[in-house]
C-alpha cells in the first residue's frame, strides 16, 4: 500500500483567496487523483494528474478553478482558486496502486471552510 | 458509463448482530467493484474488491462482500458487528480497462452497544 501525505488537513479561508493543497505519496506512482467530498456527498472526480502531462479533468472541473501540478512521481498539488463558499470541501488526494492490484489509496483529506 | 448505487443512507445494527450495507451497479463491461470505510476526519480505506473469480471476497477487519452477476450487486457483510464499525461505507465501480472510478452516495453505519 501507499502512504499519502496531505497538507494542510484544514483550513478557514476567505472568499477571494486561494488555497494550494499539498499531497505526498511514499513510494512513486504513476497516477494521481484529486477528488472532492461535499458535506454529506459522495466523492467526485476533480483531475488525473500524471507526471509530465497536463491534468487531465473532469466534467464541471477547469484549470482556471483547480490548477494542479505534478512535478515528480511523489507529489502534486490542487489549488482551489478564488474561492467562495461554494468550494468548503474535502480535498481528497489518491493514487493508484503500482502492484496492479487496482486498488486507489487515499490521503486524509483537507477540509475546507470558505467564509 | 458505470455508475453504483447504494439505496440506504443509513444502516442501524445492534452490536453483534450480522450488518448488511447494499450496493448495485451498472456498467457496460466487466466490473471491477470496491468497498471503502471513511472515519470520522479521515480518507478512505480500502476494505476489500472483487476482480474475477470466487464470488465470495474477504477483506479486512473481517467483512466480505458477494459479488452476484444477475442482480448487479455487491452488498457489504459482516457476520457479527462491532462498534467500532460504526462509520460511512462507500461502495465503488470502475469498468475494465478504465481509470474512472466512481463511487457510491455513502451508507452511515451504526452499530449500536
Known amino acids: 500500500s501507499a502512504v499519502i501525505s496531505q497538507k494542510p488537513s484544514r483550513d478557514i479561508c476567505q472568499r477571494g483567496t486561494s488555497l494550494t493543497i499539498q499531497c505526498q505519496v511514499d513510494s512513486q506512482v504513476t497516477m494521481m487523483f484529486w477528488y472532492r467530498q461535499q458535506p454529506g456527498q459522495s466523492l467526485t472526480l476533480i483531475a488525473t494528474a500524471n507526471q509530465g502531462s497536463e491534468a487531465t479533468y473532469e466534467s464541471g472541473f477547469v484549470i482556471d478553478k483547480f490548477p494542479i501540478s505534478r512535478p515528480n512521481l511523489t507529489f502534486s498539488t490542487l489549488t482551489v482558486s478564488n474561492m467562495s463558499p461554494e468550494d468548503s470541501s474535502i480535498y481528497l488526494c489518491?493514487?493508484?496502486?503500482?502492484?496492479?492490484?487496482?486498488?486507489?489509496?487515499f490521503g486524509a483529506g483537507t477540509r475546507l471552510s470558505v467564509l | 458509463a458505470q455508475s453504483v448505487a447504494q439505496p440506504e443512507d443509513q444502516v442501524n445494527v445492534a452490536e453483534g448482530n450480522p450488518l448488511t450495507v447494499k450496493c448495485t451497479y451498472s456498467v457496460s463491461g466487466n466490473p471491477y467493484l470496491f468497498w471503502y470505510v471513511q472515519y470520522p476526519n479521515r480518507g478512505l480505506q480500502f476494505l476489500l474488491k472483487y476482480i474475477t473469480g470466487d464470488n465470495l471476497v474477504k477483506g479486512s477487519y473481517g467483512f466480505e462482500a458477494e459479488f452476484n452477476k444477475s442482480q448487479t450487486s455487491f452488498h457489504l457483510k459482516k457476520p457479527s458487528a462491532l462498534v467500532s464499525d460504526s462509520a460511512l461505507y462507500f461502495c465503488?465501480?470502475?469498468?475494465?480497462?478504465?481509470?474512472?472510478?466512481?463511487f457510491g452516495a455513502g451508507t452511515r453505519l451504526t452499530v449500536k452497544p
Open positions: 465503488a465501480v470502475r469498468e475494465l480497462g478504465s481509470n474512472d472510478m466512481r
Open positions: 489518491s493514487v493508484e496502486s503500482q502492484e496492479g492490484l487496482n486498488i486507489q489509496y
